[in-house]
């Protein structure tokens, strides 16, 4: 599943980043990286969500949540939501 489908308050840990090599670098600067947790904390208009690793926060827009690839996290908030 890619990451438009963690429902608000939801903890899902990254499988992977299907993007072009400037914007994967950039998320993994951020903190994004295959095998660590977010949690997305609100939903935009469009589609677009906030996400928070560890104590940051960044937007990321539809296009880019769509090609992040996440499994649920047993156990945690949200994670009965979270379809593999």
Do not use: H, K, N, Y
């Amino acid at each position: 599943m890619d990451l438009s489908g963690v429902p608000t308050g939801g903890t899902a840990r990254v499988a992977g980043l299907d993007l072009e090599d400037g914007p994967r670098v950039r998320l993994q600067e951020l903190g994004l990286r295959p095998g660590g947790e977010l949690r997305v904390t609100l939903r935009g208009a469009f589609g677009g969500l906030v996400v928070a690793v560890g104590a940051d926060r960044f937007a990321v827009d539809a296009r880019t949540a769509a090609c992040i690839r996440v499994a649920p996290v047993a156990g945690a908030r949200g994670a009965t939501d979270v379809a593999p």
